[in-house]
């Protein structure tokens, strides 16, 4: 089935998508993508766990 023009241009989606740690990400990313609420002290230690674990730190929360 073929979108007419009219679809295609309603929809957002990116022509690849990206998972776990492959596009840069923030600290506070890092927070949402661990299911809580992004305060001082969680993106403190989300600081942290990225320069120790790199894209590791966000990988275990995306596929």
Do not use: C, N, W
Request: charged share 35%; net charge negative; proline share 10%.
């Amino acid at each position: 089935m073929k979108e007419s023009p009219e679809d295609t241009s309603k929809t957002s989606r990116p022509s690849r998508l990206y998972t776990g740690g492959e596009r840069p990400f923030d600290p506070e990313d890092l927070v949402m993508a661990s299911g809580h609420d992004v305060t001082p002290e969680r993106i403190e230690r989300a600081k942290r766990l990225i320069e120790e674990q790199g894209a590791a730190a966000v990988e275990r929360y995306l596929p």
